[in-house]
């Protein structure tokens, strides 16, 4: 009798561990999206000034969410920048390139506005659409004929780290010239950098700054922290 009790106790209590492991098993969670920051800049000099037409693109995807900033500093027309928010998806069987489709935030001339924004990327390069826009019902400017869209300009890519040191440089050299420069400006002007080539690598560069009345062309080295930040920065 009480082998046969043992017996039920026994097979109660595996029982018990089976129907508990079966209710304690662990669900699969679901992997999270692959983040990845892809950036892209170009940088070319306008014949007719000292000025150049610069264009930076940052795509941050998150599967197929899309975020980022676009910059369009052209030399000789209105700049135009903002952050970006849609999706993008593959275009091809080998899933080498993409294709976005955004709103864009847009900033330019004091003004405000949102704007639809197509984007083709690879590894190589990214090209931003251009065509004629219209007013939606929305308040979103859209483009009147996606089917006749201007994809010529190129934006290399580039190293996103890269990208940071010349931004940080930039920001620092441009808000800070008027005490960077070793002179004073003449007639009362004040000081505004035209243009400024960056050697990365050396810490170093050739700033061109005027007045209204004269033009410096002088070199700088600066000096960075370990976040990256722009320490100092010294004219010569």
């Not at 251009?130 to 009147?144: A, I, N, P």
């Not at 006749?148 to 010239?177: F, H, M």
């Amino acid at each position: 009798m009480k082998t046969f009790t043992s017996i039920i106790v026994l097979g109660l209590i595996g029982f018990g561990i089976w129907w508990w492991g079966v209710r304690s098993e662990v669900v699969p969670v679901a992997e999270e999206p692959e983040q990845i920051k892809l950036c892209f800049y170009s940088e070319d000099e306008s014949p007719d000034s000292n000025f150049e037409d610069k264009y930076t693109l940052r795509i941050n995807l998150e599967g197929e969410k899309a975020s980022g900033e676009l910059k369009l500093l052209p030399a000789e027309k209105d700049a135009l920048v903002g952050k970006f928010e849609g999706t993008a998806k593959f275009t091809d069987e080998f899933g080498i390139g993409r294709e976005a489709d955004l709103i864009w935030n847009t900033e330019g001339e004091g003004m405000t506005a949102k704007q639809e924004l197509k984007i083709k990327f690879g590894e190589g390069g990214a090209s931003v659409a251009f065509g004629e826009m219209v007013l939606r019902e929305d308040g979103v400017y859209g483009y009147k004929d996606s089917t006749n869209l201007n994809y010529s300009q190129v934006i290399p890519a580039t190293e996103c780290d890269w990208l940071n040191e010349r931004e940080a440089v930039e920001k620092y050299l441009w808000g800070n010239i008027a005490t960077l420069s070793p002179i004073a400006p003449v007639l009362g002007g004040n000081w505004y950098v035209v243009n400024a080539t960056i050697d990365l690598e050396n810490n170093s560069g050739t700033v061109i700054y005027e007045d209204g009345h004269i033009q410096e062309k002088r070199d700088f080295t600066y000096v960075q922290s370990a976040s990256g930040a722009v320490e100092s920065l010294t004219i010569e």
